[in-house]
């Protein structure tokens, strides 16, 4: 089990709230983004110690593919986590999916992205799908800028899980921090972005025609179906079975065993602090810590109270 170092992005609708949340050591700047685990090219997170010190995730998915991750037919390391602070609402937008990220950009994957809200003003909310009927009704709400009718709005919760497939129009709103875990992808096609002006003093760029042609019409709302284990130690709920990515958070409040698995995973933790053992080593949990666990990594012994995320990929 080995630590990832962090990268972080500057975003206008970012703020500071990942340093007092995480204990971060920000940069200066509207910090929106900490990619936790990332083999993407705009920012790749190395490994922080260990014997795989400095390299990425992305490099030994091609040196060590089958040892480390497991015997992926995958043409690229298909995950991306992240942790977002919103302080303003982001651009409304969509993303293609696995068929359209190859067509029509040349890219391995599609954004499938899931989000588990870690913080939310009372007033917080997200939107999440539309109620049109056809592609041209959409065409027409993008030309009048009739967003507030057309979309629909969601208060959300801390705690709240929510599942975002490719072709669903979506957007954060402010005030809310939250893990986000997707696809190993950065392609987002705005449809509206509230005129505001980027960095240049210009509007920043829409993506109108290609968001039309990969939004899902009629909407496709996802039903949330958690699926709850008591285990000794602890309790395991999945969050969610997708093909792209299984997603599980695992409370610990006594002496949990994380087995041996199969497959690679990327654990996040999300709140408290704790220990992971196996043997003499002796791992440090801690709020926004990200971890790489290799496939047949052993059992680690988790003691708490902590409560972490770890998500894998089904061999293909
Ligand atoms: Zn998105």
Redesign the pocket.
Known sequence: MYAIQPVFKERIWGGRRLEALFQFDLPEGQIGECWTASAHASGRTPFLDGPYQGKTLDELWSTDRTELFGDYLLDAFPLHVKLLDSSAYLSV?V?PNDEEARRLEGEPYG?N?CWYILEATPDAEIILGHNLKTRDDLFRCAQEKDWHTSLRHQRVKKGEFYY?PSGTI?ALGPGIVLLEI?QMSDR?YRLYDYDRLGDDGKPRELHVEKAIAVTTIPDEPWMNQLETIEKEGGVMTKLLQVPSFTIIRHDVTGRYVLRDHSVFRLLTVIEGEGEACQGEQHIHLQKGSQFFLPRHAGDFEMTGPVTFVTSEVFLN
């Open positions: 937008q993303h954004k992205e975002i979506h997707q987002t």
